[in-house]
């Protein structure tokens, strides 16, 4: 209990800061292997490999992310808080894929030496300068972690139709990065205390889901 009164201070702290910001609860729900298939397929929920589901779901307080009844076969619960970043997303002019069509998502985690915050943000930005510059093609987007493990940490999620479909657009935009990104790399790794990497594919694609708000490169 005082755990989670902790916790709902800080929400409601960072709340009164950010007034205008989209915060996201996040459930990884691990699953009864012979309970997986009769899983709730809402939208925003993902299916990832191994036996987990993650729910990405926009709310107001923190009392919402534990709202939601366990589904049946439902052995444990991760419950997260992520802020959506737009400022630090990259929306492409002319995706190459629509939303209805980004069913799989790759999720990278990363974990930064606490301080150094104002750096780390900059960096992504210089990041999203690089990917408009080179005219890639798909859109990534990037949550704060503000309630979680290891914080901290922003999250990484990246689309595509499936996961073929990823590597061969994974590819693609290195080619028209041409190399541009590598200095970034160099300058982040001293920034970077824990990477954690996985990925999901949608149970239900959805225009409306979380885990595909809509970010307006324009505002940058």
């Known amino acids: 209990m005082r755990d989670k009164n902790a916790a709902y201070l800080l929400f409601l702290l960072i709340v009164a800061c950010n007034a205008s910001a989209q915060w996201i609860a996040v459930r990884e729900d691990t699953v009864t292997p012979a309970k997986l298939a009769a899983y709730p397929n809402g939208a925003g929920t993902y299916a990832l490999n191994n036996l987990h589901t993650l729910t990405l779901t926009t709310v107001k307080t923190i009392d919402e992310t534990s709202s939601n009844p366990w ?64 005219g890639v093609k798909h859109r990534w987007t990037v949550y704060e972690m503000i309630v979680g493990d290891n914080l901290p940490a922003y999250v990484l999620v990246t689309y595509g139709r499936n996961r073929r479909d990823f590597e061969d657009e994974k590819v693609a935009a290195d080619t028209l990065r041409a190399g541009r990104d590598i200095p970034l790399h160099a300058r982040n790794t001293p920034l970077l205390r824990k990477l954690e990497s996985f990925e999901g594919t949608l149970l239900i694609a959805s225009k409306s889901s979380a885990a595909s708000p809509r970010t307006d490169s324009k505002k940058e």
């Open 71 to 134: 589904p049946d076969g439902v052995e444990s619960r991760k419950v997260a808080i992520w802020r959506l970043r737009e400022d630090l997303s990259y929306e492409p002019a002319q995706p190459r894929i629509t939303r209805d069509e980004e069913r799989f998502a790759h999720f990278d985690v990363y974990g930064y030496v606490p301080g150094r915050k104002d750096e780390v943000e900059a960096l992504t930005r210089e990041y999203v300068a690089v990917d408009r510059n080179a």
